[in-house]
């Protein structure tokens, strides 16, 4: 946001994302330094009182403040904007304040939303036990299927929401299609990027207006820092929520940033191996007689419906995947407890695989019927394939 000496540089429109990843944003302050510094510092100096007034009455002349301001940060946003295609990018202290933030940003009173049903436990949890408090209508509906969307829309909807591909069902919907009926109705869409990442889907190129990320995940992907962002292309809406986060504070560490702008460079490069391998484990676990399902757009389980549409939006399938074993809950702790190269862990996206029990781990905050119809039942596993080798990753599955 800055035009700081030290500030980021805009991106290239004609750059891939390979060298976007690592040169979006860059910036070099005045001792030349190759890799981007890390400003960690709260506050900067003004150079007179007249300087100091000047910034305060627009922080896009230059720093002020890191809750709102800072080199390292604007980098960040600046990079993850341009992988999404997108002309602003806002980042955030964890993807769940990014969701925070955009309800503190675009919601009142009086208000309606309809989000999937489809998504992360704890935006569930955000979305039907806080939102709701401040007189906020919210409507959940399944991913998959339009005219439950359509059926849900009022007058009032302010937003839909939702995360295609889905987190551990990995289910799709059109996000042109939802982006017809969300503009149809004068609303929003907002995507949650997270399980896709920018280098397998733009959701800005097929119409949606926000795209939110959990940078935690594979943005890091070395399970060190949380992070979220926020990015859009309209400047009013960014104006409007730069202005809730300036006054808020759910504001990116620099030293996250720093971290994160170092491990987004080789993004493109990890989920594109991270993809092949899960394509390799999901061959091996469709042969397991004690696994019934398998939940990944490359499995012969997957809705031809779906698939079509992850065809026509995504460049490759992702790492993240999940199965149903035969024996039910009892069956599926016993395939945990026997891993000793799956990390037992909820987070995903790390180059470490992780294995985890959706229904009391990540989804234990929905009631046991919404899981029902979710179809996250007790005996589903959740895998997310890292970078190791993935007949080792089969070895440690398997049974014998
Ligand atoms: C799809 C998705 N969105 C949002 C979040 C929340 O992100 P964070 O943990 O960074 O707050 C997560 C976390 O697991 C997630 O999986």
Redesign the pocket.
């Known amino acids: 946001m800055s035009t700081h000496s030290s500030s980021p540089k805009s991106p290239n429109r004609s750059w891939s994302d390979r060298t976007l990843a690592i040169r979006a944003g860059s910036y070099r302050s005045n001792f030349k330094e190759h890799s981007e510094a890390l400003f960690l510092t709260s506050g900067f100096a003004f150079d007179s009182a007249q300087h100091g007034a000047d910034l305060f009455a627009n922080p896009s002349l230059g720093n002020v403040y890191s809750r709102f301001t800072n080199p390292t940060v604007d980098a960040l946003a600046t990079r993850i904007a341009a992988l999404e295609n997108a002309n602003y990018g806002l980042v955030t202290a ?4 990014a ?1 925070m933030t955009l309800c503190l940003s675009l919601l009142k009173q009086g208000d309606h939303i309809v989000c999937s049903r489809d ?2 436990g ?2 569930v949890g955000l979305f039907r036990d806080i939102v709701t408090r401040f007189g906020i209508d919210v409507d959940f509906v399944p991913l998959h299927g339009l005219s439950t969307w359509q059926n849900a829309i009022r007058e009032n909807t302010r937003f839909l929401f939702c ?1 295609t591909p889905s ?1 551990p069902l990995i289910e799709a919907e059109s996000i042109s299609d939802l982006a017809k009926l969300a503009h149809q109705a004068k609303a929003l869409l907002i995507v ?1 990027n ?2 896709a990442t920018p280098i397998l889907q733009k959701p800005m190129d097929f119409g949606a207006d926000i795209v939110i990320h ?1 940078m ?2 594979f943005v890091d992907g070395g399970g060190r820092c ?3 962002a926020i990015v859009m292309n309209e400047t009013e809406l960014k104006d409007q929520i730069f202005s809730t986060m300036r006054t808020t504070g759910p504001t990116l560490s620099p030293f996250n940033a720093w971290v994160m702008l170092k491990s987004i460079e080789t993004l493109p490069v990890r989920i594109i191996e991270q993809s092949k391998s899960a394509i390799a484990v999901v061959e091996w676990l469709e042969k397991q007689d004690w696994v019934k399902k398998v939940n990944h757009p490359s499995s012969k389980f997957y809705c031809p419906q779906q698939k079509k549409i992850v065809d026509e939006q995504m460049h490759a399938y992702g790492s993240l995947l999940s199965f149903e074993v035969e024996g039910g809950k009892e069956m599926a702790w016993q395939v945990i407890d026997r891993c000793q190269l799956f990390s037992r862990t909820a987070n ?1 996206g790390d180059v470490k695989s992780s294995i985890c029990h959706s229904a009391t781990t ?1 989804h234990n905050r929905l009631t046991q019927q919404m899981r029902d119809e979710a179809g996250i039942g007790d005996d589903l596993i959740r895998l997310c394939i890292g970078l190791e080798n993935p007949e080792d990753l089969c070895q440690d599955l398997s049974c014998e």
Do not use: Y
Request: aromatic share 4%; proline share 0%.
């Open positions: 964890s993807g769940m304040s969701i998504i992360f704890t935006s995360e987190n949650d997270c399980v959990s935690t995940k949380l992070g979220g995903l990540t």
